[in-house]
DNA sequence: CTGAAAGCGCTTACAG
DNA sequence: CTGAAAGCGCTTACAG
């Protein structure tokens, strides 16, 4: 270290000869740069230890080289994965990543997130689900002039702005293994309705068991918030029963281990007596017993692929962002909490017996 | 919103009749303003949407006004619980949160670190443990002169820079309630060794045992890793014995859920037969059935204060720093896993019935 | 209590 | 391929 002390471009331009705009060219990759000037100024550059100040550049490119990723999901592993995800972006490039979570209960959440956003003169938003869904704060992201890309369930944005999961190609894949299994009486807790992706699902999951000719009916069909405890009382409903279902597909993995917890007060054995799949393959789900099937929707990938969209975006390559890959295949994940329905399972060792 | 387009310090400086080093003082709440002056000023400010660019005011400032949370702890509510505390703060401030994860197996660690602080030119980091741990790291830190507040088990900072939790207090609670229910058979998880935390849990766990002459034989001891996994293969190997332990106390929540599994899938019951303790009050901990008595480090709050320390540093103001509270007293959070030891219980019972 | 001048460290727009 | 001048939107240092 010849320097300890923060250099300039001046510093640069002095020692190696030239002016502060060569110096300038070659910090930013520019064309027109001779090869013996480019090695004397990078040399220099090592030399000094010199980082190009981000508020100077900001201010003169009248950009922060901040991406911030705004959301309002409470899911702490969600988080972190999406995190992981636009960082692994951010650090290819010159960009920090800025966390705002915020509540959408909150009745001013769109004016905090319009004032942060002007605050902090963020270049660009990543926005999680469900807050990713919001029209209104799309049209008002807009009218600040601030570029943004969502994760959504649905799509309802061009390629260019917006990701999205296949909630109905990853219900699919757990309809197709519940049924493969011989369930025919199933149970069903669904997402809270103010969120699309829960509608997508359920949906989706009436869908594909309707192609084999099985229903859901309405004493099937329970009501859940997302939330653990929500999924131990769907469970307590729906297996409070003479005939209770021979399965319970729960729409994320927190109420799918609330629907563990509640067989296992009741006694009922998983998966011998109850197949229970969740959705999301969250940590916990590899880390209860027996380890919970679910399905994985490559949270941290598709993160990524949306902050490739945002960073062409705030080049102003709308064609480059667009082209990017906008959805990423979910993948089924099977563990130890599914089975053959339990009648099933001892007729067929019954009729094994009388061979 | 009379103007859409962002407004500069000029603009209110015209508009509102006086030069712009005054529209400055009212921008910084400096004195000197007539009160007559400033209400002008602020209208127009207000009227015009102004906001202050902050790569300006960063460049002249010679500040980024951006805050970093470092960390290697891979634990996502931890993470997420730490960046709540430090946002509480930066929302009162005019600083952002940059987040930085990184691998502690990486061994250019701190240059990637440094590098990072350098390249965002970040005013100041909040390191959490593990790494905060590093000596290392602070020297490199002082080095380029970036304020820090670390987050540890152990001081090893004067009071404006370290703010600790007390895992001695916290696991001497685990003991007395331990002690308090019968047990004098209890296996131990302990955390690996390059976890001063672990340590720290550890010798202040046999400290707290020894003083009702109680001992942790070394059959009783075994070496997790944090982990889920761990901590099934340490129950696995502390209860496959003829007579095992009535409690195990593991040193984290994930290690303690890993033991559950591994005592269900051993037949053995909890609380009935075994008696388990968690470390943390992670989500998880009051989400499985039955849920887990744990204890509350409270790391939210922890690290709202460290904010609030590093935002005095930034300030160069290390008196108000260190005056800053710098430990919370963690809280044991009894559930649903710990009973009287299993002959204990049956010895009561005996007893009961003899009367 | 207020303001004119100079400067922070970069880039744009232009000229050669 | 290279550079001199002006400017980005703020603040510091100084003067009154």
Redesign the interface.
């Known amino acids: 270290m010849v320097s300890?002390e923060k250099s300039t471009i001046n510093d640069v331009a002095r020692l190696a000869g030239v002016s502060k705009k060569t110096v300038s060219r070659v910090i930013n990759n520019e064309p027109n740069v001779s090869k013996k000037t480019l090695s004397k100024v990078t040399t220099v550059i090592e030399q000094l230890n010199y980082?190009p100040?981000?508020?100077?550049r900001?201010?003169a490119f009248n950009?922060?080289f901040?991406l911030a990723m705004i959301y309002d999901n409470p899911n702490?592993?969600f988080?972190?994965e999406a995190?992981?995800g636009a960082?692994s972006q951010c650090n290819t490039s010159?960009y920090?990543?800025?966390?705002?979570?915020c509540e959408s209960a909150h009745d001013k959440l769109y004016d905090d997130i319009i004032r942060f956003l002007?605050?902090?003169?963020i270049d660009g938003v990543i926005l999680l689900p469900p807050l990713s869904q919001s029209e209104e704060l799309i049209s008002r992201l807009k009218?600040i002039g601030s570029d943004y890309v969502r994760l959504q369930s649905v799509t309802s944005d061009d390629s260019a702005h917006s990701i999205h999961f296949n909630d109905r190609e990853a219900v699919s894949h757990i309809a197709e293994h519940l049924v493969a299994l011989g369930h025919k009486d199933i149970g069903f807790i669904r997402g809270p309705n103010t969120s699309q992706s829960a509608t997508e699902r359920y949906e989706g999951f009436c869908h594909a068991l309707g192609k084999h000719g099985i229903s859901l009916p309405a004493n099937r069909i329970a009501m859940g918030a997302y939330t653990?405890q929500s999924g131990v009382e769907c469970a307590e409903w729906l297996l409070n029963s003479d005939s209770p279902p021979s399965a319970i597909f729960a729409c994320n993995d927190?109420m799918a281990?609330?629907v563990?917890?509640?067989a296992?007060?009741m006694g009922i054995q998983i998966p011998g007596e109850l197949t229970v799949i969740g959705f999301d393959d969250s940590?916990?789900a590899?880390?209860?017993?027996p380890a919970l099937t679910t399905v994985n929707l490559h949270i941290r990938e598709m993160v990524s692929l949306a902050t490739q969209k945002l960073l062409a975006l705030c080049d102003k390559d709308i064609e480059r962002a667009a082209s990017i890959q906008s959805e990423l295949l979910p993948t089924f994940i099977q563990r130890q909490t599914t089975a053959v329905p339990k009648n099933q399972a001892t007729q067929a060792r019954t009729q094994t017996n009388h061979h």
Request: no cysteine.
């Open positions: 300890n980082v100040n981000p508020q100077a900001g201010l950009r922060s901040l702490a592993s988080v972190t995190m992981y960082l010159d920090e990543l800025v966390v705002h979570p002007k605050r902090a003169k009218a653990f927190e281990i609330g563990m917890a509640a296992k007060k940590p916990q590899s880390r209860i017993w």
